[in-house]
């Protein structure tokens, strides 16, 4: 049964001197994985994986190249042996990591995993933020929750999509007070007490901007941070001097302390943008 859609899942047995099973699933992502984790996979393990036990960890990082994280990872993957199993994934400006071990029981299956787990934070563990089904922005909420802070976000090039992954999580209006989409230096100036010498001087694209807009949403919305976004996100109206991928991130704190960070993001239009999302939260997180 399907209890998120319409289309029903079908498994056919088929008989003989090795039993078969074939398993049809509705296409969409948001049907098939609850139907799989809740029903396909029970079965498979009931019925092929006797005498065995798995477990699997997922770690997700940011902050680090797919590469890079391939190269560091690798001793861990080398001396794992046969019996684990690894896949790297780069995805909305985050690497996740997926390892699987299989033994006898799952006991052992457990220990194995544990000493996997514990090569992998040896490896990448400044970069990891979270595990299995956690997200970047539920972990960055969970730390404004706990530190009793709360937070106001400026945007230009990413036009909404960071105020829009900070509310994704449930429970985001303990500590998310609200955002300013200023795509025009008007904006910029009128809202967010950018000052008219800074974009004179310095453009709205600049680590300045940046800076004035995070300090200015901050102060707009009474709150304990401001993070900020400006850049040229393409493929259009870059420069020499200013490629399209240039993306400045600005943070602002208690007692005026500014900060920011400068990008330079590869990709079309919406990868950089959701890189530029991606790399704000990781700045906010590890502030």
């Known amino acids: 049964p399907n209890k998120t859609g319409s289309a029903p899942g079908q498994m056919l047995v088929i008989a003989g001197r090795?039993?078969?099973?074939?398993?049809?699933?509705?296409?969409?992502?948001?049907e098939l994985r609850p139907i799989f984790e809740h029903q396909v996979l029970p079965y498979l393990k009931k019925?092929?994986?006797?005498?065995?036990?798995?477990?699997?960890?997922?770690?997700?990082?940011?902050?680090?190249?797919?590469?890079?994280?391939d190269e560091k990872l690798k001793p861990v993957i080398d001396s794992a042996g046969p019996q684990a199993r690894f896949t790297i994934l780069s995805l909305s400006g985050q690497v996740d990591f997926h390892a699987a071990l299989t033994?006898?029981?799952?006991?052992?299956?457990?220990?194995?995993?544990?000493?996997?787990?514990?090569?992998?934070?040896?490896?990448?563990?400044s970069y990891i933020f979270g595990e299995q089904k956690q997200t970047l922005e539920e972990v960055v909420g969970k730390r404004l929750k706990a530190e009793a802070m709360t937070l106001a976000a400026a945007e230009s090039c990413?036009?909404?999509?960071?105020?829009?992954?900070?509310?994704?999580?449930p429970g985001s209006s303990d500590y998310f007070l609200g955002g300013v989409v200023a795509y025009s230096n008007d904006l910029k100036m009128s809202l967010l007490n950018v000052a008219a010498s800074t974009l004179a001087k310095h453009g709205a694209v600049?680590?300045?901007?940046?800076?004035?807009?995070?300090?200015?949403?901050?102060?707009?919305?009474?709150?304990s941070l401001g993070l900020s976004i400006t850049g040229i996100a393409g493929p259009g109206g870059g420069s020499k001097a200013k490629p399209a991928g240039l993306v400045f991130?600005?943070?602002?704190?208690?007692?005026?302390?500014?900060?920011?960070?400068?990008?330079?993001?590869?990709?079309?239009?919406?990868?950089?943008?959701?890189?530029?999302?991606?790399?704000?939260l990781s700045l906010l997180l590890r502030r």
């Open 18 to 30: 090795s039993k078969k099973t074939v398993v049809l699933l509705p296409g969409p992502y948001c």
């Open 47 to 69: 019925n092929y994986a006797k005498g065995s036990a798995s477990q699997s960890l997922t770690v997700h990082l940011t902050g680090i190249s797919e590469s890079l994280a």
């Open 103 to 125: 033994a006898p029981s799952r006991a052992q299956a457990e220990r194995g995993l544990k000493a996997l787990r514990d090569g992998i934070y040896k490896a990448v563990g």
């Open 158 to 169: 990413t036009a909404g999509m960071l105020a829009a992954r900070i509310t994704a999580v």
């Open 206 to 223: 600049s680590g300045q901007c940046s800076e004035e807009m995070a300090e200015g949403v901050r102060r707009l919305c009474g709150a």
């Open 249 to 280: 991130i600005g943070l602002s704190g208690p007692g005026r302390t500014v900060s920011h960070k400068v990008l330079r993001l590869a990709g079309d239009r919406e990868a950089v943008r959701q890189r530029a999302v991606a790399a704000a």
